[in-house]
């Protein structure tokens, strides 16, 4: 087991390391997880917060975390929204991150292998999107709720194995245990991995005692079997924050539509660039997105190394099994906490990302460290062995400013990541904030040609356009970004619109109609298809829109009078006067002269007497 000395050491490297990001502000997804996100930036609104996804509308399907969003509202409360906050808790989890890797890597490695292993763990840059940007959060709680609950296990294992059947310790140590699994399973959706780690800790404390692996496991079974239970909870709430599927409603950019097996061939080269953020992390990107990274389901030479390169870890992992065990566990945990991120079984939002490497990577630190074990001693062992830390120290400490601010982001896109189409997504919208339209349409248009099916970016090039009055380009960009991506509301709801504006009429109806049968108690879908009917010469199917808008919000004047103005061009005089007349009743006295208006306006014969809007 490790010293204090060495976890003091370890420790205080680990702050030293990642302490410049504490001046880094809120950058990329930040701005939209956390800055522009008011259900975070209040504490009445933590109730709420357990059962809303973690990104807003615009990716209601993608992701339910909702201890990281507790946390992010806990942390705009503490330091009244500013971001220094925010990284400091990141760093501070970070920290506790790190001496949990001491902790675990002490049980497989020796005193000093186990050093090495958390020193390369903690400076290691592919860890610096996680630490350094505050959304890095949910790779962090994840992490730290995931071996923490590790290690308890293992400890409560321990117990039982020396007799103890019960007593205060073992249950300190079940409430550790579902505790940390608790926050593991509710930061991130890959911490569901959790319990199979468990069995293989049990495995791995029958072999260090001689004893049967069945044995091991049942001395807490019930614990193993209560942490599995938790999992399904937190299945079950995120299936009903966000719908059945587990991978939500966003497949990643190149393998929408695959098989699984066509998932494999598209990741199996992704194996190569993890291998290479593992040995040789000088080349890194905040996006790996096409095509800077091109997904291909076809077997060619890239899918061949990729396989050739897994075959080898595991065949090794099983060969050294006896002699550096260490190197077994380092990869087998690094395999099993790593599934959900390859997509292969199941497909997720991202295809690839230096933060899913945050936790799977404590698995590569106990390799490092097996490896550094078997190393043959000599002098120049531990200043060879300083001169690697210290090397990925320095490029952790020269990338963290990356995330400094979104003109250092911007800039270390374009310099990372040219060829990746988020890169020219990027420059386009600076462009657009910047009042540069041609420029802007320019470089969005591009990235939709590197990459034609991410719904994100035809919706903020539609919603440009028609900012600008360009309805035409507007209703094809938006009525495309709905088809790729039919949870967008939002993009239906703009492009009715913009198909309105535009003077088709019939078609924006059409489409507001196709898209009601989804979304069914959308409100400004409803109201906007409401218009779409009414301009398009079908009052009756406005109004019964019209109706349904006002028993979904019955306290809203405006829905009255939008619903009073349907009645009256259904002929409906009687409801017409009656919605009217309720809609000045809710109306505050500054708006009630319009309802007030047309409450006056009504006289008998077509369209009870008012004008067609």
Known sequence: MASGKAFAFVLAVTLAVSAASLANGFVYDDVQVIQRDQRVHRLDSLPALLTAPFWGSDYRNTAYRPATTLAFALDWTAGGGRPVVFHATNVAVNLVVVALVLLLASRVLTPAGSVVAALWFAVHPVHVEAVANGVGLAELLAAAGYLGALAAYLADGAAAGAGARGGPRRAWLTVAVLAASAVAFFAKENAITLPAVLLLGDAWQARRSGRPAGEAFGRHALLWIAVVALGLGYLAARAHALGPEFGGGAVASGI??????????VMAPALLVWLRWMVWPLHLSADYLPDMFVPSARFGLAQVAGVLALA???LAAWKLRRRLPGVTVGVVFGLVTASLATNVVIPTGVLLAERLAYLPSVGAAIVAGAL?????RGRWTWPATAAILALLAARTIARIPVWRDGDRFLAAMVRDAPRSYRTHWALGAEAFRHGRRADGEREMLTA???YPSDPAVLQELGEQYL??????????FLLAAYQVDTTRSDAAVRAVFALL???HPDTAARVGAAALTRFPEAVPLLVVTEQAFLASGQPRLALALARRAVYLVPGGWGYQQLAGTAAAAAGRCDEARD???RAAALASPADTAGPRALLAGLRPGPRCGLEAP
């Open 256 to 265: 929408e539509g695959e098989s699984l097996a066509g998932r494999a061939l």
């Open 501 to 503: 504006k535009g003077g």
């Open 467 to 476: 900012e600008a009055g360009l309805f035409a380009p507007a209703s094809r």
């Open 448 to 450: 939709i040609r590197i």
């Open 372 to 376: 550094w074990e078997a190393v043959p």
């Open 579 to 581: 919605r009217l007349g």
């Open 312 to 314: 080898l870890i595991a």
